[in-house]
């Protein structure tokens, strides 16, 4: 079979298993008939290429992509999802969430004991819902932000727990919001023993999950109470590009010193990064984020889409 009928195939098998589109809407977007796509789903399911989870590597473009990233930006690991340019926000995070939640298999898998650390992120979450159950009680699953809101209610950003239902993973938490009323209780928090416990098994993962986001005016930031308008305006007057678990950075991926910076909880990311730190973002206003985060080496791994692999070559 040539690489370009594989290609197709794969194409097709992703758009109805994965994005959830009627062979009727298939049809259309490829201008074929609906027998056609029924005939190209059951080659897909013939050949291999639709097996439990869609092998996307067949889709050729996507592999070159990843080739010609990793060489760009000297990665240690780089996956394309597959997509179209008229995908929606929704149908992207859930191509990056198939493709993600392989990649995190292929950690979970391993029979030696790991360390995974987990930022946060929707992205990121709709790769924990997508793997599989394992029973993995030797692993370590350490979080990198805080697990609670400033009132001490549960926070979106804990994952953790989410990954260690799936894994029965041991989970280690970060006892506080992602960011605090001061620097001077970030400072008590670094000295108890239980912060000092997580931040170094954070530092020391075998890897890394991160999702990078625009700095927006409706961020999960705002929204949970984190950031004041002020505050964030006066970071977009600095050039604040995106950010890393708080940490926010130009256009040259350059972090950016301010107050807020230093009211962070997490486990800080310093760039350049040596352990394998893995960003999985996509979709056009992440592109900017993404790219600068490259730049400054934050992440030496990389998850996303074929749009937005495109635009980073481009720029």
């Known amino acids: 079979m040539s690489v370009l009928k594989k290609t197709m195939l794969a194409r097709i098998a992703w758009l109805y298993y994965i994005n959830k589109k009627t062979q009727e809407q298939i049809a259309s977007i490829y201008n074929i008939s609906r027998p056609s796509v029924q005939r190209y789903l059951n080659q897909a399911l013939n050949s291999k290429i639709v097996i439990t989870r869609i092998n996307h590597k067949n889709i050729n473009e996507c592999m070159e992509l990843s080739e010609q990233l990793t060489d760009r930006f000297n990665l240690k690991l780089c996956d394309i999802a597959p997509s179209h340019p008229n995908d929606t926000q929704k149908e992207i995070i859930s191509n990056l969430g198939e493709v993600g939640a392989q990649i995190m298999e292929r950690f979970i898998r391993n029979s030696k004991p790991i360390t995974v650390a987990l930022g946060s992120g929707s992205t990121l979450q709709e790769c924990i819902d997508r793997i599989d159950s394992f029973n993995r009680p030797e692993h370590n699953i350490t979080s990198l932000a805080g697990m609670t809101t400033p009132e001490g209610t549960p926070s979106k950003f804990d994952l953790v727990t989410s990954f260690a239902q799936k894994t029965r993973s041991r989970r280690y938490y970060l006892p506080a919001p992602l960011v605090l009323p001061s620097s ?132």
């Open 184 to 315: 001077k209780e970030r400072s008590n928090l670094q000295s108890l023993s239980i912060y000092r416990v997580v931040e170094s098994l954070s530092l020391n993962a075998d890897v890394t999950f991160v999702s990078i986001s625009p700095l927006l005016n409706d961020s999960p930031f705002r929204r949970e109470g984190f950031i004041d308008k002020d505050e964030l305006n006066k970071l977009k007057e600095k050039g604040a590009c995106g950010e890393i678990l708080g940490q926010v950075f130009d256009e040259k991926g350059l972090l950016i010193q301010s107050a807020f910076n230093e009211r962070l909880a997490g486990v800080r990311i310093n760039p350049p990064t040596k352990r394998l730190i893995v960003g999985i973002s996509g979709s056009p206003a992440k592109h900017l984020p993404l790219l600068a985060s490259l730049r400054g080496k934050w992440i030496n791994g990389l998850v996303t889409d074929e749009q937005t692999a495109r635009y980073l070559l481009q720029h």
